[in-house]
């Protein structure tokens, strides 16, 4: 890993079924992380929903990845000295090419069935566990996910979970 930066091990991952992201977020641990989506707002509101939100990931010690930069602009992630290289996998061969291109942390998805991908195959605890024998990147699960499931991966080589619904406001 290129980074000696410390990782979140909670994360939320914005959308609009998790209501207000700043209100979600100010109930999180300080110093958790943030993945920016909300991806179906105008390009102003997109930007000053994400400027808020970034104000408050800043003043609580957290970080914040643009899942998608903005079109005819980039914007900065918040809280890096040195921006990760964060991608979401499916499955071992998305793993290993993951590893290949030299991420810093993936999101490893769908670990339990998500209203993000209805009726879609999630992993399980035991898939999970196949998946990530011999990874060597930290792995944030996602997908279904909330404290109560996290406790039921435990063991796994995971860093930490991801989520939408388990913050929603």
Not at 7 to 34: C, F, Q
Not at 70 to 86: I, K, L, S, T
Request: proline fraction near 7%; charged fraction near 25%.
């Amino acid at each position: 890993m290129r980074r000696r930066q410390t990782l979140p091990h909670l994360w939320l991952i914005t959308d609009p079924r998790g209501g207000n992201p700043v209100e979600a977020y100010k109930r999180m641990p300080r110093g958790s992380g943030v993945v920016f989506r909300h991806f179906e707002l105008k390009p102003r509101k997109r930007a000053a929903l994400f400027e808020r939100l970034g104000a408050e990931v800043r003043r609580r010690g957290g970080i914040m990845l643009l899942a998608e930069p903005p079109h005819g602009g980039a914007w900065q992630a918040v809280g890096f000295n040195d921006e990760p290289r964060a991608i979401t996998v499916h499955n071992r061969r998305e793993l290993v090419a993951a590893q290949r291109l030299g991420a810093d942390l993936v999101f490893v998805a769908p670990v339990f069935a998500t209203r993000s991908h209805p009726g879609a195959r999630s992993l399980g605890v035991v898939g999970l566990g196949l998946m990530l024998a011999g990874n060597r990147i930290p792995a944030i699960a996602l997908g279904g996910m909330n404290a109560a499931k996290f406790r039921k991966l435990n063991g796994l080589k995971l860093h930490g979970w991801a989520a939408i619904d388990a913050f929603k406001t």
